[in-house]
């Protein structure tokens, strides 16, 4: 709970003015839309340069490998760490050890590192990935604190779209500074990092530090986030979804594979690829900022999951870059669905002082479905070819759409999202 309440808005229309008026929802969102757009044009530099020199999709793959291991080992401890400590300061200095990584890529290119050795830039990846385990339980736990119960689902909404805003943006911006360089892009990112650790050390708002519950040991107190997620099927259900669709789905990894020897398009290009997802999840989170999803909010998450596992498909075997893009915009306009449910309903479910750790488990499970859904995309398309590997994986997400629906019905029958409580 925050230290300084957000407006009472029981007897007013929650509209985007309303929610841009409360100055710290304004550094949130600032801080997190300079943060994304670093990190996604990191994305395109790193994928690009570490494939310009190896040739290799397994090189690919370990550059999601290395960011998750470090994440999947500390997103626990950093949950409880963003239940006791003022998470404002954990996002400032999380951010400022992004731009020591980002400055080591930044050194190893500029000393040619690279030329005898790889695995100095996945140490710097690893470093990366240690940052960003503390910075996501941290700053997904913020909106709750900003904003007011009413306000919630579409505080999440604006703050989704300043996300996607920077993940569409981010990518092209990012092969366009490819065009001066890996220093280029490495030096903008730097210096975003940078601002947003000042915006976030900025806000004002504190949330109560829960003292610490004297019957619980160090690891029963940073492992309660899962044994509430255990108790609650539908956060459980939502977030293992999102899981296994997008581990299997994903072809985010192989992007670099496809703008250069399928579709042969560059950087620019590949840039522009990377940002199709994020384009057609902002068309979708404007449309759910003006019309929030009322009815029937399992449904849609189970068939706009199906609705991806088919563009996924059609990604694949594509071979013309239109084609290409425009599956990729409905990707991202799927999913954008199943990220808006699952973000609504997990506050909404989870006790104040539980968030934080509740949070991390969420990011672990998401760490899992990007970072190594990147490791499985290369290894897979080692041994089967990069088409047939985002094929069968395309295949595999709409069969799990068919068993989680028959694994969690309460999930599925999910109607009213404001209707869900804590126990």
Same mark, same amino acid.
């Given at each position: 709970?925050?230290?300084?309440? &957000?407006?009472?808005?029981?007897?007013?229309?929650? @509209?985007?003015? &309303?929610?841009?008026?409360?100055?710290?929802?304004?550094?949130?969102?600032?801080?997190?839309?300079?943060?994304?757009?670093?990190? /996604?044009?990191?994305?395109?530099?790193?994928?690009?340069?570490?494939?310009?020199?190896?040739?290799?999709?397994?090189?690919?793959?370990?550059?999601?490998?290395?960011?998750?291991?470090?994440?999947?080992?500390?997103?626990?401890?950093?949950?409880?760490?963003?239940?006791?400590?003022?998470?404002?300061?954990?996002?400032?200095?999380?951010?400022?050890? /992004?731009?020591?990584?980002?400055?080591?890529?930044?050194?190893?290119? *500029?000393?040619?590192?690279?030329?005898?050795?790889? *695995?100095?830039?996945?140490?710097?990846?690893?470093?990366?990935?240690?940052?960003?385990?503390?910075?996501?339980?941290?700053?997904?736990?913020?909106?709750?604190?900003?904003?007011?119960?009413?306000?919630?689902?579409?505080?999440?909404?604006?703050?989704?779209?300043?996300?996607? $805003?920077? @993940? %569409?943006?981010?990518?092209?911006?990012?092969?366009?500074?490819?065009?001066?360089?890996?220093?280029?892009?490495?030096?903008?990112?730097?210096?975003?990092?940078?601002?947003?650790?000042?915006?976030?050390?900025?806000?004002?708002?504190?949330?109560? /530090?829960?003292?610490?519950?004297?019957?619980? $040991?160090?690891?029963?107190?940073?492992?309660?986030?899962?044994?509430?997620?255990?108790?609650?099927?539908?956060?459980?259900?939502?977030?293992?979804?999102?899981?296994?669709?997008?581990?299997?789905?994903?072809?985010?990894?192989? +992007?670099? %594979?496809?703008?250069?020897?399928?579709?042969?398009?560059?950087?620019?290009?590949?840039?522009?690829?990377?940002?199709?997802?994020?384009?057609?999840?902002?068309?979708?989170?404007?449309?759910?900022?003006?019309?929030?999803?009322?009815?029937?909010?399992?449904?849609?998450?189970?068939?706009?999951?199906?609705?991806?596992g088919l563009a996924t498909i059609t990604f694949g075997l594509s071979e013309n870059f239109a084609l290409s893009f425009v599956a990729l915009l409905? +990707?991202?306009? &799927?999913?954008?669905?199943?990220?808006?449910?699952?973000?609504?309903?997990?506050?909404?479910?989870?006790?104040?002082?539980?968030?934080?750790?509740?949070?991390?488990?969420?990011?672990?499970?998401?760490?899992?479905?990007?970072?190594?859904?990147?490791?499985?995309?290369?290894?897979?398309?080692? *041994?089967?070819?990069?088409?047939?590997?985002?094929?069968?994986?395309?295949?595999? $997400?709409?069969?799990?759409?068919?068993?989680? +629906? *028959?694994?969690?019905?309460?999930?599925?029958?999910?109607?009213?999202?404001?209707?869900?409580?804590?126990?």
């Open positions: 709970m925050a230290t300084a309440a &957000s407006p009472d808005d029981s007897s007013s229309e929650v @509209t985007l003015r &309303s929610l841009l008026a409360l100055r710290d929802f304004r550094f949130f969102l600032s801080g997190r839309f300079l943060g994304t757009l670093a990190s /996604q044009i990191l994305s395109v530099a790193v994928g690009w340069q570490i494939y310009e020199i190896t040739k290799s999709p397994m090189a690919l793959g370990f550059v999601g490998l290395a960011q998750f291991l470090p994440m999947f080992l500390l997103l626990l401890p950093a949950g409880d760490v963003a239940d006791r400590v003022d998470r404002r300061l954990i996002a400032s200095a999380s951010y400022l050890l /992004q731009a020591a990584a980002v400055a080591m890529l930044a050194a190893f290119t *500029w000393a040619g590192v690279a030329e005898h050795a790889i *695995w100095p830039f996945y140490l710097a990846l690893v470093i990366l990935g240690c940052a960003r385990a503390f910075s996501g339980p941290a700053t997904r736990a913020f909106v709750p604190l900003l904003v007011s119960t009413r306000q919630l689902p579409r505080g999440i909404a604006i703050s989704s779209s300043s996300f996607l $805003t920077a @993940t %569409i943006v981010g990518p092209a911006l990012g092969g366009f500074i490819y065009i001066g360089g890996p220093l280029a892009a490495y030096g903008t990112c730097f210096v975003f990092f940078l601002i947003c650790a000042v915006a976030f050390f900025a806000i004002r708002t504190r949330h109560k /530090q829960e003292p610490a519950d004297p019957t619980l $040991t160090t690891f029963g107190r940073v492992t309660a986030g899962v044994r509430f997620i255990r108790r609650k099927p539908i956060v459980l259900g939502a977030i293992s979804l999102d899981l296994f669709a997008v581990l299997l789905g994903g072809a985010a990894a192989l +992007m670099p %594979i496809f703008a250069a020897d399928i579709l042969h398009v560059g950087p620019q290009g590949l840039g522009i690829l990377r940002s199709a997802p994020a384009l057609g999840a902002v068309l979708i989170n404007f449309m759910l900022i003006a019309l929030p999803l009322h009815r029937h909010a399992g449904y849609a998450m189970f068939a706009c999951v199906a609705i991806f409905i +990707m991202g306009g &799927s999913d954008m669905i199943s990220v808006y449910v699952r973000s609504t309903l997990i506050p909404l479910a989870t006790p104040p002082e539980m968030l934080g750790r509740v949070s991390a488990v969420d990011m672990v499970f998401i760490t899992a479905s990007n970072e190594l859904g990147e490791f499985e995309s290369g290894v897979m398309a080692g *041994w089967l070819g990069t088409v047939p590997s985002v094929v069968v994986g395309g295949l595999g $997400t709409i069969g799990v759409v068919a068993i989680w +629906m *028959w694994l969690f019905p309460d999930l599925r029958k999910v109607d009213r999202l404001l209707d869900v409580k804590p126990d």
